[in-house]
């Protein structure tokens, strides 16, 4: 069994859509869940995105981080 609700793999979509995907994937985890985002780079932007948009909701782990892959952690924190 994953540790994850959701997998969302970045590369699979148009830019103008991979943010839109993962925040609606996070907005559907229930407090304690996590998701695995994977990229073909670092989603730094995203990160300080999720600061501004989701700040004290979210938490984030890289489990990798390159050069060629990257892999984030990210969970919804308990109400």
Known sequence: ???FAYIVRAPEYPPQ??????FETFDKL???QAMLLVNDHDPVPLFYQF???R????????LE???EGFQVKI???KA
């Not at 859509?17 to 993962?22: A, N």
């Not at 700040?55 to 890289?62: A, C, L, Q």
């Open 65 to 67: 981080r390159g050069p």
């Open 51 to 53: 600061q501004h948009e």
């Open 30 to 32: 229930e407090p304690g």
């Open 17 to 22: 859509m991979k943010h839109r995907v993962i």
């Open 75 to 77: 969970g919804k924190i």
């Open 1 to 3: 069994m994953s540790d």
């Open 55 to 62: 700040e004290g909701e979210f938490t984030w782990e890289y």
